[in-house]
């Protein structure tokens, strides 16, 4: 494996009692300077890679790497060159938001604390307050100062955006764009599609445990598949396309038929020779709508609610 990638793993596996696999044989790579989005539902393995690749659980097999050196053999020189924010972030509750942050910056070893002050301005955050004080989004809030304050070379996000208001969710793309522009790293699980669309350079998707694709965002937004309105004179235009080669996901309604396209528009048009277009409107699917792709309506989540894995903790 080499040593040039800021995260590495190949054939990672990781499996539970009675037969369960949280991931198998992954193998995925992230370039520096770059935003890299992990995308997954309910139980895909998300929160098992974060965890290997910290060297808080151990996998099954396979073997993972960042900047080159193995998470298990060099796991403590690793964790300074990262931040890291969980799903859940539990911290001293009878402490101040500061007295966390020094206490953090001691045990790292080196904090920029001119910038630590700027991100508690951009981030409306109160760091005098008591940790069981906190709402949940002004948690959130001290998790990013932690993850962000020593600028390191690497960030590892874990749904890191949930709880914010949309005011500070911008701020929190304007940060991971700085980030990137200093020539540093994100690895960025995410529920909330909208982000990882907004930020992200690429994606990975994952489920049930096994990586499905691996591409640019705009390449994943720009796939051959369309979405398709068509406005008939007369209707009963969904009869008539049921069988067309590439339609799937038929409705009409309110003299009005939808349909999602892949491949060719000749097989379409042909099929549509016969009746009367009023009206057709064509677009690209966003990343939700491949993310729908890949699981289906019952089993995506796109509206940054969270969800739990196999394990118990968040996917």
Not at 254 to 265: A, E, I, N, W, Y
Not at 278 to 304: C, K, Q, T
Request: net charge neutral; glycine share 12%.
């Amino acid at each position: 494996m080499t040593g040039q990638l800021v995260i590495e793993t190949r054939n990672l596996s990781k499996s539970y009692g009675r037969g369960i696999k949280a991931l198998d044989s992954l193998s995925l790579s992230v370039q520096p300077g770059e935003i890299f989005g992990y995308l997954g539902p309910n139980g895909a393995g998300k929160t098992t890679t974060i965890r290997i690749l910290l060297d808080l659980i151990r996998p099954s097999g396979g073997e993972a790497r960042m900047f080159g050196q193995d998470v298990r053999q060099q796991g403590v020189e690793l964790h300074r060159r990262i931040g890291f924010l969980p799903g859940e972030l539990n911290l001293w509750k009878g402490l101040t938001g500061r007295e966390v942050m020094h206490y953090m910056a001691r045990v790292r070893g080196t904090t920029d604390w001119r910038y630590a002050d700027q991100l508690i301005d951009r981030l409306k955050f109160d760091p005098s307050l008591r940790v069981r004080s906190y709402s949940t989004g002004n948690k959130r809030k001290l998790g990013l100062v932690l993850a962000l304050m020593h600028k390191p070379e690497l960030l590892i996000l874990d749904e890191p955006s949930s709880g914010l208001d949309p005011l500070m969710q911008q701020t929190f793309n304007e940060l991971m764009l700085e980030t990137k522009a200093d020539g540093r790293t994100v690895f960025l699980s995410s529920h909330v599609l909208s982000e990882v669309q907004a930020i992200c350079d690429r994606a990975a998707i994952l489920n049930g445990g096994q990586l499905k694709t691996v591409s640019t965002v705009e390449a994943l937004t720009r796939s051959n598949v369309r979405l398709v309105t068509l406005k008939l004179k007369g209707g009963g235009g969904a009869a008539m396309l049921q069988a067309v080669p590439g339609v799937s996901d038929l409705q009409e309604a309110d003299g009005h038929v939808t349909l999602r396209l892949s491949g060719d528009f000749d097989p379409l048009l042909k099929a549509l020779s016969a009746a009367y277009v009023e009206d057709m409107h064509v677009e690209e699917p966003s990343l939700e709508d491949i993310f729908l792709g890949f699981y289906g309506n019952g089993n995506a989540v796109s509206n940054g609610r969270r969800t739990t894995d196999r394990t118990g903790a968040s996917s």
